[in-house]
């Protein structure tokens, strides 16, 4: 099981998994040219190419769109988060997906009103992919600039190899962690979701 291999061979088995998905190389090859502060592709399009590539279906089986988050404080506005998104709709033409890029210093200013609960102010896009629903949401990749693969998974990769949702109970509430795993399951059946403590 790969999620029992020592953990610099579950970084080679993730990496082995995602590039099996065409647009997730290409959004990550795209996003590197953006020059993006604290930039990662995040969220639901590694964990669920990993479930894809786990239980043979195709790469992109499932997935709804391609988290960019970055992390900017020089500059709150609307305005410079729009121009980032203008930009990125540019370098992502033509791709076969949507592709979300949101600046994550931002959060704190329109967290409540869409999901009824105060968020703090975000130190870093870590901290953002800190606060996701399920601790298997957890996970950022970027590429730098020597081609190498950042990986960021504060809670590590065993739980995504062996289709595990676990809730992480930080931020979000028990009904947006509730409804992300019934629609997970829909297209999953093999996950274990793990109720909310």
Request: charged content about 25%; aromatic content about 12%; hydrophobic content about 45%.
């Amino acid at each position: 099981m790969i999620g029992r291999l020592p953990l610099d061979e579950q970084l080679d088995a993730l990496r082995a998994a995602l590039s099996r998905n065409d647009v997730l190389t290409e959004v990550l090859a795209r996003t590197a040219t953006l020059g993006l502060p604290g930039w990662y592709l995040t969220a639901g399009c590694l964990f669920q190419t990993v479930w894809n590539v786990v239980t043979d279906r195709p790469p992109a089986h499932g997935i709804k769109d391609y988290d960019v988050f970055y992390f900017d404080d020089r500059d709150l506005s609307w305005e410079a988060e729009d121009a980032v998104i203008k930009a990125g709709r540019e370098v992502f033409a033509g791709l076969p997906a949507e592709v979300e890029i949101r600046n994550e210093a931002r959060v704190h200013l329109w967290y409540e009103e869409k999901f009824g609960v105060p968020c703090p102010p975000y130190g870093s896009s870590e901290a953002a992919i800190d606060s996701f629903a399920a601790t298997t949401c957890c996970l950022g990749v970027r590429l730098e600039g020597d081609g190498r693969w950042r990986v960021y998974a504060p809670h590590g990769l065993s739980d995504v190899f062996h289709l595990v949702v676990r809730p992480n109970p930080v931020l979000a509430p028990r009904a947006v962690y509730e409804a992300k795993a019934a629609r997970w399951r829909a297209q999953w059946p093999e996950l274990t979701v793990l109720d909310w403590p």
